[in-house]
């Protein structure tokens, strides 16, 4: 039987770290000082705050603050030319196609971005859905709910489902619901609730053959 692979977008299927973090970062910092009344500094250590706790600021905003999450990804999403920030090797659509399984992506980012990114790289049709952080209805990765979620939603057997992450905290809830993992990373140390650990997404088609992930 074929694997469900479940793929993580930014800084997994792409490198959003030169810019469109940086980018994203920026506006979650300002809107923190817009809508909380913080100063720059207060703002940004209370948005890696956040970040570090719940793995989403997000979550963090709605959890104390009562943030409007369409708001809050709304104002934090706008990119003045995501073409030429969008940072991606063209091989990824040959691997996407090599690679046997029927192919999700799952993100926290909003699904107006996700659609936006995915098609700038010209894969958007290789995913059968994009399964964003409103259809997780706000639960972002690594929180139980939002796969929870997502698997009830796609009717998915978590046996047959591989996370593909650059986050390591993300594939240790998937490893809890049975999925296999895949950590894309060149860390030195792999926890144990990874199976698999890439330094690129690239490799994942040339390793899924070689150990008979084709079922």
Known sequence: MSPIWLFDL???LHNASPHIFPHINRSMTAYLMQHL???????NRLRMDYWK?????????MRHHGTDPQHFLHNTHQFPDLPRMVVFD????????RLPGRKIVFSN?????????LGIMGIRHHFDAVY????MRFHPKPKLRGFLHLLKDHHLDPAR????????????TAKRLG???VWISRSLRQPDYVDCQLPSVLGLARHAIRSGASG
């Open 10 to 12: 930014d800084n997994t």
């Open 109 to 117: 980012g909003p699904q107006r971005y996700a659609e936006k990114v």
């Open 132 to 135: 964003s952080v409103e259809k």
């Open 37 to 43: 009344g913080l100063d720059e500094r207060a703002a």
């Open 90 to 97: 063209s091989a990824l659509r040959h691997m996407l196609r």
């Open 53 to 61: 706790r719940y793995g989403a600021t997000l979550t963090g905003l």
């Open 179 to 181: 999925m296999k993992t």
């Open 161 to 172: 489902c591989i996370l593909v992450e650059d986050s390591a905290e993300n594939l240790r």
